[in-house]
């Protein structure tokens, strides 16, 4: 048999002007609101935009009661929203992703070692959290049954490529490459190393400080060989 395996503000300024004796010349102050553009971060810090508007000077004979002069407004139409992303950390601070801010689906990868078995899977996790937050590392991988992570086999994890954070915006993505050694030969298959292919409906994939997650593939089972597999960091572009 051969192993199929499918996967898958608004910135507002207020403008005060007073007025002082009639004879005395009238200095007006200006003052700008914080504009909240983006959302509070877990440390409590929030990204604003500072302006403000300055009212003209009152000109001679004008009433003691001066005039306000309102800001211009902007001929530019209001932004589309931006869609949920994710990226590499760069500045600011955000928590850790804990673990319920994660779901995790996987989906057999389009570019994999030849052979019969899944021979790698993606795997991507999504912030379903209101707050940014921030995934980091190589995972751990391990095989398990449907429905009973906490009776698995630990995978023998070969770690490439550099890690580094990758801030995730409530409803982004972010994603790990998991790739197997490969099931070879139709019906039962074989593997090169002599050992038998084994099977496993689940993987549970562990990201440090973001807990740990069970996978299944949408078809079928994970079909390796030697329980190693090689995993990348944390990535905010989607692998092939």
């Known amino acids: 048999m051969r192993y199929v395996n499918g996967m898958r503000g608004s910135a507002m300024a207020v403008v005060v002007a007073s007025a002082a004796l009639a004879v005395a010349g009238c200095q007006p102050g200006a003052g700008g609101a914080d504009t909240g553009a983006g959302g509070v971060t877990p440390s409590g810090a929030i990204s604003s935009t500072a302006s403000s508007s300055t009212p003209g000077t009152p000109k001679p004979g004008s009433s003691a009661s001066g005039s306000t002069t309102p800001s211009a407004p902007g001929s530019s139409s209001p932004a589309a ?46 912030n379903v959290s209101g707050r940014t937050c921030v995934l980091d590392g190589h995972p751990t991988v391990a095989g398990a049954g449907n429905g009973s992570p906490e009776m698995n086999v630990p995978l023998t994890v070969k770690p490439t490529g550099a890690a580094a954070p990758v801030k995730v915006a409530p409803g982004g993505k972010a994603w790990v490459k998991l790739t197997f050694v490969q099931v070879q030969g139709e019906a039962d298959g ?16 562990r990201l440090p400080g973001s807990g740990a997650h069970q996978v299944a593939l949408d078809d079928g089972q994970f079909a390796e060989c030697d329980d190693t597999v090689t995993v990348t960091a944390v990535s905010a572009v989607m692998p092939s």
Not at 111 to 120: F, I, Y
């Open 190 to 205: 074989y593997c090169v190393s002599g050992s038998a292919p084994v099977l496993y409906p689940t993987m549970v994939v």
């Open 81 to 126: 929203s931006a869609p949920p992303s994710s990226a590499p950390a760069s500045g600011g601070s955000a928590a850790t992703c804990s673990a319920g801010s994660l779901t995790a689906t996987a989906r057999q990868a389009a570019v994999r070692p030849a052979g019969t078995g899944t021979g790698a899977a993606v795997v991507e996790f999504t």
